[in-house]
């Protein structure tokens, strides 16, 4: 038997926007957690790829990468609308990471390369093991907080050396530039911070100035995170919710304003294997709309607080991927460089009133269509013409 993913979103503070890879805005999610939790499972189910999942330690070593394409209605619609040479639509990249054992950050296991992988991802897709059963597991008997714990302890350590390094930095700066004082003070808050086991995610930064200094810091454990509670078949067919092990996953993520959702890995990997009408009719029968990867991708977008404008032309209907916040100009730079050098304007209508007139040109006939200038922010689904002069 086949299931969907429940996924219950939690988020109790706000966050500053995720810093998107510079591909074009792509966002990647690195899936981590302890060997044999099953990472490679569960990447293997996202992105319907056949990375090698096995009941031993450090199965994964290299890590395994897949883009897969982020389902947007409203991209379809125009994709229809406009009979387009090509439908592009926006991405997000996985990343099946090597399973990190205690003393990572010391170099143990895979330790070095674990946190290498890790620093070039947008958030964290952190699996932890909810389920008994033969397979082997590094810690014994499956514990989801201990095994989290243990990856955390590790990244936190890595950030201590890191901001230990750029305090002595400015401490002696200090010597010559009194300027940087309120720096000196914030880094030695924050190492105290860590040094108490924290992650730098929690902390409460209300300074701007402080949030400056801490997004130009790459800490690992300032990354944003969704955890993975992973069920066996009967223990997620009976009711997740009630599961022991997910309620304790869901509670720290609570306490964290992380993302947490309760899946079956397994199930999820045998759904990937269903398309087309198949699909369609197995969703039907379980009354949901989506599957585990599409809902997923909404709770990213949300936890990392990013959103999509739409183009349209006739030889490409797009969907790009952006921070919530941004200006025109830097959206418009997500397509061309040159389009955010010589930014001149921005021709925006809402998809919703471009579907309801039935397309651009009615909606400028009806004066829908606003001209906007640099310092417009971005919203959700807006439908954009970039004027520009280089």
């Known amino acids: 038997m086949l299931m969907i993913s429940r996924i219950h979103y939690i988020i109790n503070r706000e966050r500053i926007p995720a810093r998107l890879s510079p591909e074009r805005g792509v966002m990647k999610i690195g899936i981590v957690g302890l ?11 996202l992105t319907g790829s056949s990375a090698a999942a096995a009941n031993y330690p450090f199965c994964t070593i290299e890590p395994n990468k897949a883009t897969v394409p982020v389902p947007d209605a409203r991209l379809d619609y125009l994709g229809v609308l406009y009979y387009p040479k090509k439908t592009v639509p926006a991405v997000i990249e996985f990343v099946d990471i090597a399973g990190l054992v205690a003393g990572a950050s010391k170099g143990e296991g895979l330790g070095n390369k674990f946190l290498s992988h890790i620093r070039e991802v947008d958030a964290i897709l952190h699996v932890a093991r909810c389920f008994d059963g033969s397979s082997s597991h590094i810690g014994g008997v499956p514990d989801p ?3 989290i714990d243990v990856v955390d302890i590790e990244l936190i350590l890595s950030d201590i050396e890191i901001v230990e390094r750029r305090l002595n930095r400015a401490e002696k700066a200090l010597k010559g530039d009194k300027s940087i004082a309120a720096e000196y003070d914030f880094l030695t808050r924050l190492l105290n911070w860590l040094e108490e086991g924290n992650n730098a995610r929690e902390m409460v930064v209300s300074e701007q100035a402080e949030q400056t200094v801490l997004s130009e810091i790459p800490l690992l454990s300032n990354k944003p995170v969704i955890y993975a509670a992973n069920l066996s078949d009967d223990d997620f067919f009976a009711s997740s919710s009630e599961n022991v092990n997910y309620k304790k996953v869901s509670e720290l993520a609570e306490s964290r304003g992380a993302g947490v959702f309760a899946i079956c890995a397994l199930a999820e990997q045998e759904l990937s294997r269903l398309e087309g009408k198949e699909l369609e009719e197995f969703l039907s029968e379980f009354g949901v709309g989506q599957n585990g990867l599409h ?3 909404q ?5 990392l607080g990013l959103i999509s404008f739409l183009t349209i032309g006739d030889d490409e209907v797009r969907a790009w991927t952006i921070t919530r916040g941004t200006k025109a100009p830097e959206a418009a ?5 040159d389009f955010q050098r010589g930014f001149i304007r921005a021709e925006v209508v809402s998809f919703d009133e471009l579907k309801a007139c039935g397309g651009m040109a ?5 004066g829908l269509v606003r001209s906007e200038g640099e310092s417009y922010i971005m919203k959700d689904g807006d439908v954009v013409l970039f004027r520009f002069n280089v």
């Open 333 to 337: 730079g997500k397509i061309h460089s």
């Open 362 to 366: 009615p909606s400028r006939e009806k």
């Open 299 to 303: 709770e990213s977008y949300a936890l």
């Open 35 to 45: 060997p044999n939790t099953g990472k490679s499972t569960l990447f293997n189910a």
């Open 295 to 297: 809902r997923l991708i």
């Open 145 to 147: 907080i201990r095994d």
